[in-house]
C-alpha cells in the first residue's frame, strides 16, 4: 500500500520524506490557502522533496480552462499529478490529460461507485473516494471502497483507488484490509500509525533493565 500525505505544509512533507515511508503527496485549494503559500511555488518545491507525485488541482470548472491550467501546472515538475474533479468536464479533461499530455490524473471528489466507474473509463490513474465527508453524512465511507475495490477488480481496471478524506487510523486499517492502493492522510494520521501504548510501556521496561545492567553497546 503507498503513503500519500493530504497537506501543503512543506516542513511536514520534509519531515515525512525523511522518514522514507512518503510515496507521494495530494495537495488540494484548501490545503494551498492553509499553507499561505503561491501555488506554483509550493508546488515545486514539494515536487523537488518528493520523488512520487504530487497532485496539485486545476480550479477551472470549464474543459477549455481546465486544460490551460493542467498546462501550467504539469510544467512545474515531471512528478505533478493533475487533479480534476470528478464532473463531465473533468473527466474529459482527465482523458485528454493522459493521452496528450502524458501526464497522471487523479480523479478527485468521489462519492459513489458510478463516478468511480466512470473515472476509470477516462483512464484516471488515481480516484480519490472521500471517505471522512461520507462518514460525516451518517454513511460508511469504507463500504464504497469496498464496492470499488470489486468493479475495478471484475474489469481489470488499473485505476487505483487513492483513498482520502482519512480522519482516524481505522481508515488507514480498513483501506489496507479492502486491498485499496493509495491512502492519503493528514501528518498527523500518519504519525499516529506507529503509536501502541505497550510498545511504549515495553520499551520504557527494557530500557530500564538495560540501566541496570551498567553495559553499553557503543
Ligand atoms: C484528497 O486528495 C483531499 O485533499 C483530502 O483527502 C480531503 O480531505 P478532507 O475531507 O479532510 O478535507
Sequence with gaps: MKFFVDTADVKEIRELNALGLLDGVTTNPSLILKSGGDIKKVTKEICSIVDGPVSAEVVATEYDQMMR????????????????????????????IRSDLNRDVNVTLCFSANQALLAAKAGATFISPF???????????????AEIKTIYDNYD????????SVRTVNHVKQAALIGAHVVTAPPA???ALVSHPLTDK???????????????IG
Design 131 to 145: 471517505v471522512g465527508r461520507i462518514d460525516d453524512t451518517g454513511s460508511d465511507g469504507m463500504e464504497l471502497i
Design 189 to 191: 494520521t500518519l504519525r
Design 69 to 96: 491550467e493542467a498546462k501550467i501546472l504539469a510544467k512545474i515538475a515531471s512528478n505533478v499529478c493533475i487533479k480534476v474533479p470528478l464532473t463531465l468536464d473533468g473527466l474529459r479533461a482527465c482523458k485528454s
Design 157 to 164: 481496471f488499473t485505476t487505483e483507488i487513492l483513498t482520502a
Design 202 to 216: 515495553g520499551l520504557a521496561a527494557f530500557l530500564a533493565d538495560w540501566a541496570k545492567t551498567g553495559q553499553k
